[in-house]
């Protein structure tokens, strides 16, 4: 007999709003979602913590930034979600796909259980902090497995002097990565004259790639770019990048965040271009031989 009055009206999840319930979303830069209470859409471009509070900022596609308190109110989809901060995913993605390819992100093969060298006395030298933390990102498990430390420049104006007081020999050796060494440009005379030092010119290694900053070493696709654009002559390069990004660039702190926003776009080696991997691998070869018997 058919039941004339239908089902239990209380059986099942009769709670469950109308679009669901919400889940938990890692807001991860480019994550597109929208905040229930102001209608705002656009994409995670960062999370911070300001005031002991969690804070998501989005950018919507007239290229806006606002910030909105991190958890619960946005919807992905259509569908309710809460914002959490996404270190935690982006630690146990990172480590699950390294134990499963048991590679380094420079795409070495991975060491497991062996503990750092002590610093040896070789050193690879870069021009800026930026440099040397696009290094340490992609080769930094590598060269503390061999002991081989990055330092500072500030510069390469001075090249010669800083090899003088390096002092490099014979199990000292000296690796040195230059921005924008390209025929004819400041930095080719600069390298020529360090190439020619005695008795140090056998212990040292110049090279350089040929980006005007260490900024465009990373491939253009990972920001949204087809190709990195053309700032002219006069306008600070950094400046220009970011005027064309839309990102703010008026004070050094927005010079800081932009390059954090570029260099959160490195996951490995693919992420960087040719001419910079092989002369950061070169120098790391160098530095690391062993001595000529």
Same mark, same amino acid.
């Given at each position: ?31 597109v979602v929208e905040d229930v209470e102001t209608g705002w859409c656009g994409a995670v471009v960062r999370v911070e913590k300001a005031g002991g509070v969690h804070v998501v900022h989005l950018e919507d596609r007239a290229g806006r930034v606002r910030g909105f308190r991190l958890g619960p109110g946005f919807l992905l989809d259509g569908a309710p ?17 390294? +134990?499963?390819?048991?590679?380094? +992100?420079?795409? !070495? ?22 440099? +040397? ?43 040195? #990565? ?26 040292? #290694? ?29 306008? !600070? ?25 570029? =260099?959160? !776009? ?5 992420? #960087?271009?040719?001419?910079? =991997? ?16």
């Amino acid at each position: 007999m058919a039941d004339r009055y239908g089902g239990d009206v209380l059986s099942g999840d009769w709670r469950r709003p109308p679009r669901g319930r919400s889940r938990e979303l890692p807001a991860e830069p480019g994550t597109v979602v929208e905040d229930v209470e102001t209608g705002w859409c656009g994409a995670v471009v960062r999370v911070e913590k300001a005031g002991g509070v969690h804070v998501v900022h989005l950018e919507d596609r007239a290229g806006r930034v606002r910030g909105f308190r991190l958890g619960p109110g946005f919807l992905l989809d259509g569908a309710p979600v809460t914002l959490v901060p996404p270190r935690a995913a982006q630690d146990r993605r990172l480590a699950d796909a390294r +134990a499963a390819a048991d590679r380094t +992100a420079s795409g !070495s093969r991975a060491v497991q259980g062996q503990r750092a060298r002590v610093a040896a006395a070789s050193r690879i030298f870069v021009e800026g902090r930026h440099d +040397a933390e696009l290094v340490e990102k992609v080769w930094g498990e590598d060269l503390r497995l061999e002991g081989v430390v990055v330092e500072l420049l500030e510069g390469v104006d001075d090249l010669a002097g800083a090899v003088r007081a390096f002092d490099p020999g014979p199990g000292r050796r000296m690796g040195v #990565l230059v921005d924008h060494l390209v025929p004819g440009s400041k930095e080719s005379r600069v390298v020529e004259e360090v190439r020619a030092l005695r008795p140090w010119a056998e212990h040292v #290694l110049v090279l350089g790639h040929p980006y005007v900053d260490v900024w465009q070493s990373v491939k253009p696709a990972r920001l949204g770019l087809r190709a990195w654009p053309v700032i002219p002559r006069g306008t !600070s390069w950094k400046h220009g990048i970011c005027a064309h990004l839309g990102w703010p660039h008026d004070t050094q702190a927005d010079i800081a965040r932009a390059w954090k926003r570029i =260099l959160g !776009s490195v996951g490995s080696w693919t992420d #960087l271009e040719p001419e910079l =991997l092989g002369r950061v691998e070169e120098l790391i070869d160098f530095v690391t031989a062993p001595p000529a018997p």
